[in-house]
């Protein structure tokens, strides 16, 4: 059990990538626009959330000492969710979202931005072609076409701001990443034709991520993770790899040199389908039946948000999250943490009297862990959704 958290840093610190890409094909194109969400005119003025997301965006270009690490996380974080409101994607999954996430997540920006940071946004007294400057001069990004999707360019850009001012500063350069062989067989597969897309991520993909997208690496296929990653990103990392640290044991490839926008697109949208599926609580992640098998118990976030408030003594939650995910992104207070590499070591010094709660940031990673807790005879237990849905879904109390 090497890496289990180190990897889903990834998730939160997206590519600070600025390439210029191609036009999206006419698969991804077809809008479903909400009412709403049609592009205003000109003169009208900006919504709340784009005066609030422009307003952030553009005080953190100019004013980046006025905000702390661990607030520029959050805004990334709760932009997400917001932006997903107007993902031009036709397939993204909107049964289960929340009809009053922007309004939910705008609170949530404008806590952590505080009010005298919000008062300045006010007083800029931004216009509609301050928007319009900004998408024009913003480096094109993730291939959303911002004249025809302008508040989700502007969350899609926004949110890449905010993660090239918490990027780690050295990355793999693509140059130094290893080639990978795709046979013929695959590389002919066009990207255009139903099925392409899961053909072409089992063929390329799989080796690594394995065929249900839960393989060693990071939970690409969970819901919580889709929920907070879009189609463009995806698409941008596909081309360009995820940042990774020099040093990483397993470096992604780019194929943006080896395939097509059609290609790349059409996987994007394969890793997409998969929210369906997750959203089916029939279906269970790789390792969950393993973990109940040895007797992990499962709990909602609601659940150990009431086993928390009452103080059980009996208790330990146990973060075995990174340690820049268990600072930066925060635990819940009062939680024990171990890193999952050290677990093995130090699994002595937790009570085997005491029930363990296991909480990761997605709901996955840890679930080894737990199994391995499990077998070693502790009375282990589980936070099926972890920290995301805890601080980020339902904004439960957490500490940095
Ligand atoms: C050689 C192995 C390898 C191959 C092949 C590979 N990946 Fe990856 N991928 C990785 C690794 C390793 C990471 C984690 C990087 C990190 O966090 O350090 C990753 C990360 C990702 C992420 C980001 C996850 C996050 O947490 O943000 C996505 C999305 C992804 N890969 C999709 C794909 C797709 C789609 C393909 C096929 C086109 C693919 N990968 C092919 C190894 C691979």
Request: with cysteine; net charge neutral.
């Amino acid at each position: 059990m090497k890496k289990f958290a180190l990897t889903t840093l990834a998730a939160v610190m997206l590519p600070a990538l600025a390439w210029s890409v191609g036009t999206p094909p006419s698969a991804a194109s077809k809008p479903m626009m909400l009412a709403a969400n049609a592009p205003a005119s000109k003169s009208a003025p900006l919504t709340p959330a784009e005066n609030l997301v422009l307003g952030t965006a553009l005080l953190l270009e100019k004013e980046r000492d006025a905000f702390e690490m661990s607030q520029v996380f959050r805004l990334a974080l709760y932009l997400r969710p917001m932006r997903r409101v107007y993902d031009p994607n036709p397939n993204l999954v909107r049964a289960g979202d929340d009809p009053s996430a922007e309004k939910t997540y705008m609170e949530r920006i404008r806590s952590v931005i505080k009010p005298e940071l919000v008062a300045r946004i006010d007083r800029m007294a931004l216009t509609r072609k301050d928007m319009e400057h900004y998408l024009q001069h913003h480096q094109p990004l993730y291939a959303v076409d911002w004249k025809k999707h302008p508040t989700f360019a502007l969350m899609e850009y926004a949110v890449n701001d905010f993660h090239e001012q918490i990027a780690p500063p050295d990355t793999i350069a693509a140059k130094d990443k290893d080639d990978f062989y795709i046979p013929e067989s695959v590389k002919r597969i066009s990207g255009k034709s139903a099925g392409d897309g899961k053909r072409l991520f089992d063929g390329i993909c799989a080796s690594c991520h394995g065929v249900d997208g839960q393989g060693r690496f990071p939970p690409i296929a969970m819901k919580s993770y889709l929920s907070l990653h879009s189609d463009h990103e995806h698409f941008e990392i596909i081309k360009a790899g995820p940042p990774q640290k020099p040093g990483a044991p397993i470096v992604m490839p780019t194929f943006g040199d080896k395939l097509t926008d059609d290609q790349i697109w059409a996987i994007a949208q394969y890793i997409r389908s998969w929210e369906n599926h997750w959203a089916d609580p029939k279906n269970v992640r790789r390792g969950e039946a393993e973990a109940k098998e040895a007797g992990v118990k499962f709990y909602s976030t609601p659940d150990l948000h009431g086993i928390w408030k009452a103080k059980n003594g009996n208790v330990v939650i146990l973060d075995v999250q990174s340690d820049i995910a268990y600072r930066i992104m925060g635990h819940i207070p009062g939680s024990k943490h171990i890193r999952p590499e050290e677990l093995d070591t130090k699994m002595k010094t937790l009570p085997k009297d005491k029930e363990i709660i296991i909480v990761d940031m997605f709901g996955s990673q840890g679930l080894a862990p737990a199994t391995a807790l499990a077998k070693a005879g502790y009375k282990t237990s589980y936070l099926a959704n972890g920290m995301m849905d805890w601080h980020i879904v339902r904004d439960f109390q957490t500490e940095y």
